[in-house]
């Protein structure tokens, strides 16, 4: 019951529930994965969750202003370079598509998901980067 009621709240607040550096929904629980996405929906426009040569996709969640946020993006970009071709990197901006929150399930800014093969490889909710790094090593090699 509370997990429906922190929905029902987070749907009425919109973009202003979402945090940056904690969930803000005082459950310990983290939420169920959202579901696969489907054939040919996008993130943002722009990404895929998997490209057409089979590329993981690394989505960053992000919020304008938020700390945490602003301290991962030039690791994310390091980590880009570094991964470059083997998986495609896009950002989302929560508040220019607050549907995407409810979509994901985003409670916390940054929030980094990987997809591979449409569906949710990986989720990490304020990461450090070497945990970026891990888990996008997991997916590359889970692919091969």
């Excluded at 939420?31 to 993981?56: E, I, K």
């Excluded at 929560?94 to 409670?107: G, M, N, V």
């Amino acid at each position: 019951m509370r997990n429906s009621c922190v929905r029902v709240s987070l749907a009425l607040l919109g973009a202003f529930a979402l945090g940056c550096g904690s969930t803000g929904t005082g459950d310990s629980a983290a939420p169920p994965p959202p579901p696969p996405l489907p054939a040919g929906a996008t993130v943002a426009a722009a990404a895929a969750p998997s490209t057409p040569d089979g590329r993981p996709v690394l989505v960053v969640f992000t919020k304008p202003g938020c700390p945490a946020c602003l301290k991962l993006a030039p690791a994310i970009a390091e980590i880009k370079g570094d991964y470059g071709a083997r998986v495609r990197f896009e950002e989302v901006d929560t508040k220019a598509a607050p549907k995407l929150i409810f979509d994901y399930e985003i409670t916390l800014t940054p929030t980094v998901i990987i997809f591979a093969n449409r569906t949710e490889a990986a989720r990490l909710l304020n990461p450090a980067p070497a945990d970026v790094r891990a888990a996008l090593d997991k997916t590359l090699a889970a692919r091969s």
